[in-house]
């Protein structure tokens, strides 16, 4: 499949947080329509106890329409 694009708002939007910890600081992943957003490994995440997990990497069809969709919220 075709790389994909990622606009700088878009990426700052969804980058992830540093948090402080005693031992040292943790990367908190944010999240799209209850999917994890993973800028580094380009894919949309979702996991729920009891249930397969769900991988959708950003070139698929439906991770470009949720990259469109997260676009189109972050540009309002």
């Known amino acids: 499949m075709d ?4 606009c700088e708002l878009c990426i700052r939007a969804f980058e992830p947080e540093e948090e402080e910890l005693a031992e040292g600081g943790v990367r908190k992943l944010k999240t799209f329509k209850g999917l994890t ?14 249930n397969r997990l ?3 990497p950003f070139n698929s069809p439906e991770g ?3 990259l469109a969709q997260m676009h189109e919220e972050v540009t309002r």
Do not use: P
Not at 37 to 50: I, Q, S
């Open 54 to 56: 769900l991988f959708i």
């Open 3 to 6: 790389d994909v694009y990622i």
């Open 37 to 50: 957003v993973d800028l580094r490994l380009l894919e949309f995440r979702k996991a729920v106890f009891g």
């Open 64 to 66: 470009r329409k949720l």
